[in-house]
C-alpha cells in the first residue's frame, strides 16, 4: 500500500513537472512571437521614416500655381517640412520669439532653399497655408531671424516671386502688427531616430519584468 502511494505520488510530481514545462515552453513561444511581431512593427515604422525621404513640393490640389508647402526640403544638411501660415509675427514665433533660424546667414541659406524647391516646379506662382479656409494666396514669404525691440519688429528675409522665378529679394521688417506669409519649418525626424523608438515600443511592447517573470500582453 506504501509502494502504491508512493507511486502516485512520484507520478502527480512527475506530472506536475512536465505541465510546468510545457506551460513554460508555451510561455517563451508567446514571448518568442511577440516580440517577432513587434520587430517587424518597428522595420515598417523605420522604412515609413527612410524611405519618404525625396523633396516634394505639395500643391493645392484645386490649384498647381500655388504652394502648399514642401516635404523633406534640406537645408544646411537637416531636412525640414515647410508650411506657409499667414498670421502674425507673435503667433508665428512666439513670445519671446523663437526663431528656426538664428542669424541672417542661415535665413538667408533657408530663403535660397524654399525659392529653388518653387523654381524646380514651373507652374507655382504663389504660396499659401495648407489649413486656412479661405484661399488667401501670396506671392512672396518670409522666413524671420531676428526681433528688433525698439522698432517691435522682426527682421527676415523675403523670397518673392518675380520676373518669372522665385527669388530672395532682400531682408524685410515686419512690424508686430502686420500678418504676413511666413515659412515654418518643422525637422524632420532621422531614420535612426525612428528605429529607436520603434525598437523601444518593440520592446515595452513585447516583455516586461513582473515578480521575476516575462509578461505577455494579450
Known amino acids: 500500500m506504501k509502494n502504491l502511494l508512493s507511486l502516485q505520488s512520484v507520478t502527480r510530481n512527475l506530472m ?46 484645386m490649384d498647381d500655381t500655388i504652394a502648399i508647402g514642401i516635404d523633406n526640403l534640406i537645408v544646411n544638411g537637416t531636412p525640414y517640412n515647410v508650411t506657409f501660415p499667414l498670421t502674425l509675427p507673435a503667433f508665428q514665433y512666439g513670445v519671446p520669439p523663437v526663431f528656426d533660424f538664428h542669424t541672417e546667414a542661415t535665413a538667408r541659406d533657408a530663403t535660397d532653399a524654399v525659392n529653388a524647391a518653387l523654381n524646380n516646379v514651373p507652374t507655382v506662382t504663389r504660396v499659401r497655408d495648407s489649413d486656412l479656409h479661405l484661399p488667401i494666396p501670396t506671392s512672396f514669404f518670409l522666413i524671420g531671424y531676428e526681433f528688433d525691440l525698439f522698432g517691435l519688429r522682426t527682421l527676415s528675409w523675403n523670397g518673392d516671386y518675380t520676373d518669372g522665378m522665385w527669388v530672395t529679394d532682400r531682408i524685410f521688417s515686419a512690424a508686430v502688427v502686420n500678418v504676413q506669409t511666413w515659412a515654418s519649418f518643422e525637422v524632420v525626424p532621422e531614420p535612426g531616430t525612428g528605429l529607436l523608438l520603434g525598437l523601444g515600443l518593440a520592446g515595452v511592447a513585447a516583455c516586461t519584468r513582473r515578480s521575476g517573470q516575462w509578461l505577455v500582453w494579450p
Open 16 to 61: 506536475a513537472t512536465l505541465k510546468n514545462n510545457i506551460r513554460g515552453g508555451l510561455q517563451k513561444m508567446k514571448n518568442l512571437k511577440t516580440i517577432r511581431m513587434a520587430l517587424a512593427v518597428a522595420v515598417v515604422f523605420l522604412l515609413g521614416v527612410g524611405g519618404a525621404q525625396a523633396q516634394m513640393v505639395r500643391l493645392d490640389p
